[in-house]
């Protein structure tokens, strides 16, 4: 059992659907991430929020929306989404940078499965 | 260039060899450097750090070699319980960068 879990575990949802994944970590860390894997395909970084501050956003889509309301939640908001958005969707967590030094090990939740139809 | 590169597989090997993965790494002031294990289906998990000097975990053994930028996971014993991937993390500016992951099949 991990420290991060998510909601839902699995999704499906059409095109013009609204739609929120949820993300909670119980380790006290201060760092979050929301990655996306697709089949064949290596994790793909899409945001990362440091001490409540997003900090990266890898050339995501803006049909994805993060939030990140305090350091153990973290939300996606998806909406208008396209079929080849189907994957697993993985959140992580673990101790910023500048709080520990150095890039410390990510621990991850069990991810939700979504499936644009 | 890939920033993490490594070897797709798959490794067929049977109980009680021996096998090693490799992976290369682009950015040369990477400082954190790990293997993880991903089960189908189920999220990456923290197999071990590697150290600079190189080191041991029971049947794992992690080398660096900074010169080269290339990391390696030796496994020896295996059992059925590795068959898994494993993937080659290298951290980047704000976060982890994983490799595609490199696939173990142990055999009976």
């Known amino acids: 059992e991990t420290g991060v879990t998510q909601t839902p575990r699995h999704l499906v949802m059409g095109m013009t659907n609204k739609k929120s994944l949820k993300c909670e970590q119980h380790l006290g860390h201060n760092a979050m991430y929301w990655y996306k894997q697709s089949a064949k395909k290596p994790l793909e970084l899409m945001f990362v929020?440091?001490?409540?501050?997003?900090?990266e956003n890898n050339s995501v889509p803006s049909r994805f929306s993060p939030e990140c309301p305090n350091s153990s939640h973290l939300f996606l908001h998806l909406h208008t989404l396209q079929p080849e958005d189907s994957a697993l969707y993985l959140c992580?967590?673990?101790?910023?940078?500048?709080?520990?030094?150095?890039?410390?090990?990510?621990?991850f939740g069990p991810g939700t499965r979504l499936t644009v139809t | 260039r890939k920033e993490v590169e490594q070897d797709p597989g798959p490794f067929n090997v049977p109980e009680g060899a021996t096998v090693a993965f490799n992976c290369t790494y682009s950015?040369?002031?990477?400082?954190?450097f790990f293997w993880y294990r991903q089960d189908c289906r189920k999220e990456p998990k923290l197999l071990m750090s590697?150290?600079?000097s190189g080191n041991e975990d029971g049947r794992f053994t992690a080398q660096l070699n900074r010169a080269s930028q290339y990391i390696s996971l030796l496994i020896r014993d295996s059992k059925l319980s590795d068959s898994a991937t494993y993937l080659c993390?290298?951290?980047?500016?704000?976060?982890?960068?994983f490799g595609k992951g490199t696939s173990l099949l142990v055999t009976p």
């Open positions: 590697v150290y600079s």
């Open positions: 929020y440091s001490l409540e501050e997003r900090v």
């Open positions: 993390v290298v951290n980047g500016r704000y976060a982890l960068n």
């Open positions: 992580a967590s673990s101790q910023d940078l500048r709080t520990s030094g150095s890039f410390d090990e990510q621990y």
């Open positions: 950015n040369s002031a990477s400082q954190s």
